[in-house]
């Protein structure tokens, strides 16, 4: 279908003509442009400064084959751009990482790498999709996305924003199609970057033709302001029966100033949000609810909205990695509160029930001048966070008020809990502080996180010990962290003779992994094939968003990552494992 927008050609086999009015307007508005003959119309100019698209240069000639005949030239096999990354050096993977793996085993594994509340998790995902490497041997199926989109597919399906951009601009002009032009496009205006996003509209608008280019017209033309081009856009989609999109006419329309009624956005991607976001009306509470992690950064970081109407996708953004923790702890600050809420919820001692008393107990804990009142709030933000299943980032976003606090015994109550926070936030010298004056009975427990931790080893008669406390309260407990220390402390980890009949309990039912993939998982491990030993980790080591906390899929992904020489991994790992069930 040309485009309304950008062409006046009437060419019936392509839809209807242009009514007359909306022609005489259109001519109006594109000026000289329509003496162009069949070239798109813009209606929104280009920046200063942005160049107009070009082709891609013709491939170079054949090198000219040497003068001497003696000598035999060998072409060289062709580079496969497909696995080009920009991590740097401590952490990217190294550049042998694929060998050995088939290309089809990454190709099939790729799609089911989902977003996913585990830190460590998150960070190995970003690391094996950013780092530059050797591609897997092989070619890419036919009539199938490939490797390259694949990467970027899933890089932006994690909320991985930056890195996704970086690797789009790093690819050669050869892997670089539409799906990945209008994905660029989304994902600056995840960033909140409209100018960058616009400016890539104005780029390739000339180069594709579908109603999505001219709706991301639209919308750039509403944002900068000019409401008549966006209007006179909508209104000639409709003429042309274009598919019909409520959502994106109302939020135009609203951007322009007209009302909006809106409780959420039924599929919200980044270029809806931005609309959202700039629209003149009364903001809904949480209008994303489930969204993709980058439409929630797009919400989450626009400081045009309120920091209150942000907290929801902002909380459930950092739990998914798609802000930083401590993104989340400034927002939380941002939020206003009356001197008389603030005291309220110090008084009434409350559970937090929602993102706005998470907010104001992070403002109490924050600045209250009591250091009990502060420890309490901590407490209950750090008991809600175990109970829905955001222990990690909630700690790293609390981090810096509990380095505020001086150990001493009359915070011996607290100590347990800050110690858990510090570990979580990768600060076990500040933990350390604190074991002196904790309860005598949570030594052990703790002493155990620590040296998951630290590294280290442990007396085998004090492993016993801190695994009876543990059997007696919670077998499961106790069962996780003999999965978990089997593989990286080195001990001859068996249950204490005692414990056997608290910990050989019946078999229960759990969420397991594909069989296939587990296999494949300690299959690439002994063959010690990088890349796909931690592809796989990460697939058996999920049930559903949240870290599995199966003790034999633990010790597993432990072993695998220990077994290809990431041993800090799978202690932060084993050490996220143990927090997340409470120990």
């Known amino acids: ?235 000639l989609l409709h003429e042309q029966k274009a598919p019909a999109d409520p959502t994106f006419d109302a939020l135009v329309a609203a951007v322009g100033g007209r009302a909006l009624k809106l409780d959420k956005l039924a599929q919200p991607t980044p270029m809806l949000v931005s609309l959202l976001a700039a629209a003149k009306a009364t903001q809904p509470r949480d209008p994303l609810g489930e969204a993709d992690p980058a439409s929630l950064r797009a919400w989450a970081t626009n400081e045009s909205v309120p920091a209150l109407q942000r907290l929801a996708a902002a909380e459930r953004a950092a739990a998914l990695g798609a802000i930083t923790p401590e993104a989340l702890g400034d927002l939380y600050a941002k939020a206003s509160f009356t001197p008389e809420e603030l005291g309220q919820a110090i008084k009434q001692g409350k559970a937090p029930a929602n993102p706005r008393d998470r907010a104001l107990l992070y403002q109490v804990a924050r600045s209250d001048p009591a250091t009990g009142v502060r420890t309490a709030a901590l407490a209950a933000l750090l008991d809600d966070a175990r109970k829905r299943g955001v222990f990690i980032v909630t700690a790293r976003a609390l981090a810096p008020i509990v380095l505020e606090l001086q150990p001493g015994e009359e915070l011996a109550s607290f100590a347990p809990e800050a110690m858990r926070a510090l570990y979580a936030a990768s600060r076990p010298d500040a933990a350390a502080a604190w074991l002196p004056v904790a309860d005598p009975a949570s030594a052990p427990t703790l002493t155990l996180l620590g040296q998951l931790a630290n590294g280290g080893t442990l007396a085998p008669a004090f492993f016993d010990t801190a695994i009876a406390a543990l059997a007696e309260r919670d077998p499961h407990q106790a069962t996780l962290v003999l999965a978990v220390f089997a593989p990286i402390i080195g001990l001859d980890v068996r249950p204490p003779v005692a414990e056997w009949g608290r910990l050989a309990d019946k078999p229960h039912d759990g969420v397991w992994p594909s069989a296939a993939v587990w296999l494949d998982q300690r299959q690439a491990a002994a063959k010690k094939r990088l890349g796909e030993t931690v592809l796989m980790t990460l697939l058996i080591a999920r049930s559903g968003e949240r870290l599995s906390l199966e003790p034999v899929v633990l010790a597993d992904a432990v072993a695998g990552l220990a077994a290809v020489g990431l041993e800090s991994e799978a202690r932060a790992l084993a050490l996220e494992a143990a927090l997340a069930a409470g120990i």
């Open 1 to 235: 279908m040309p485009s309304p927008i950008r062409s006046c050609r009437n060419d019936r086999s392509r839809g209807p003509a242009l009514g007359a009015a909306a022609l005489t307007l259109l001519i109006g508005l594109a000026g000289p442009a329509l003496a162009q003959g069949n070239r798109p119309v813009r209606l929104l100019p280009p920046p200063p400064g942005t160049a107009p698209a070009v082709p891609d240069p013709p491939a170079a000639p054949a090198p000219t084959p040497p003068a001497d005949e003696s000598i035999n030239a060998t072409p060289l096999a062709p580079v496969d751009p497909a696995w080009v990354g920009t991590l740097g050096a401590p952490q990217a993977l190294p550049p042998t990482m694929w060998q050995g793996t088939s290309r089809s085993v990454v190709a099939a594994a790729l799609p089911a790498l989902g977003p996913t509340t585990s830190p460590v998790l998150q960070d190995l995902s970003r690391r094996l999709l950013l780092s530059n490497a050797a591609a897997p041997a092989g070619q890419d199926p036919p009539n199938q996305p490939g490797l390259a989109a694949l990467r970027v597919e899933r890089l932006a399906a994690l909320g991985e924003v930056e890195g996704a951009i970086a690797v789009i601009d790093a690819l050669p002009a050869t892997l670089r199609d539409e799906s990945m032009a209008r994905r660029r496009i989304e994902l600056a205006f995840a960033k909140n970057d409209g100018e960058d996003a616009c400016r890539s509209v104005q780029t390739n608008i000339a180069r594709y033709q579908s109603v999505w280019w001219d709706r991301a017209l639209i919308a750039c033309q509403a944002l900068a302001g000019d409401r008549e081009k966006a209007a006179l856009g909508i209104s």
